[in-house]
């Protein structure tokens, strides 16, 4: 079984431009959340998704969004690019986010902002 | 406020001897716990996990512990290996709600041959 697939896997912007970063859950799985993980800290919740409706959203600002398609597919969103948006980006899904179960990593896209 | 706390940045045993990794909580809706390792250039992987109706859960080398009236739990690794050394996430999600994880620090666990 294919495993959570994140591109690209590195990014680099400029402040002020906006960047779109793309993720395929596993094959079955129709949750899909965003984690933002900063270098020294955890994991912060970005936004859950599920059949294509966003049903958590973490505490970041508006520039931060995301949608998930009809496959589950989701892309995420970030406006207005500012230098604390450096990080790694994780995706991650589950078969619906309800149930107690672990939730699937992919490999993160870094994102750097000069 | 964090709601997961890993208190110990970093940790150092020795091959064969037992590792323990610590994680509070605060939230009392939190009813399931989970435990994650990371390597470098990789992302998040599930270790093991347990619910706010056990007190302990089991897997090979690794047992995951949960003391709800203390609001803690921990991870022993016994016995510890090389190949353990990774960054050690504790994560904590509420009833119905595990698309939305709630993450402590981490813990980087170095085994020394």
């Known amino acids: 079984k294919a495993g959570v697939t994140q591109t690209p896997r590195y990014l680099i912007k400029t402040r002020g431009q906006q960047v779109t970063l793309s993720c395929s859950p596993i094959?079955?799985?129709?949750?899909v959340s965003w984690y933002q993980q900063t270098p020294g800290q955890g994991l912060q919740f970005l936004f859950e998704?599920?059949?294509?409706?966003?049903?958590n959203k973490g505490n970041f600002p508006g520039r931060f969004s995301g949608r998930q398609f009809s496959n589950s597919r989701s892309e995420m969103n970030v406006s207005t690019l500012e230098l604390g948006d450096s990080a790694l980006y994780l995706c991650?899904?589950?078969?619906?986010?309800?149930?107690?179960?672990?939730?699937?990593f992919g490999d993160g896209t870094r994102l750097s902002i000069l | 406020d964090q709601q997961v706390k890993q208190n110990s940045p970093s940790l150092s045993v020795q091959e064969g001897r037992i590792s323990i990794l610590n994680c509070d909580y605060t939230?009392?809706?939190?009813?399931?716990f989970l435990w994650y390792k990371k390597y470098p250039a990789e992302g998040p992987t599930f270790l093991i996990s347990?619910?706010?109706?056990?007190d302990k859960n089991e897997d090979g080398r690794f047992t995951v512990f949960l003391n709800k009236s203390a609001k803690h739990l921990s991870l022993h690794i016994v016995p510890s290996q090389p190949g353990d050394s990774a960054v050690y996430f504790c994560?904590?999600?509420?009833?119905?709600?595990?698309?939305?994880?709630?993450f402590g620090d981490g813990t980087t666990l170095t085994v020394k041959p």
């Open positions: 998704y599920f059949s294509e409706t966003q049903r």
């Open positions: 991650a899904s589950s078969t619906d986010g309800h149930s107690n179960q672990p939730q699937h």
């Open positions: 994560a904590a999600s509420e009833i119905g709600n595990a698309g939305k994880s709630t």
């Open positions: 939230n009392s809706m939190f009813d399931y």
């Open positions: 094959s079955g799985h129709r949750s």
């Open positions: 347990i619910s706010s109706i056990k």
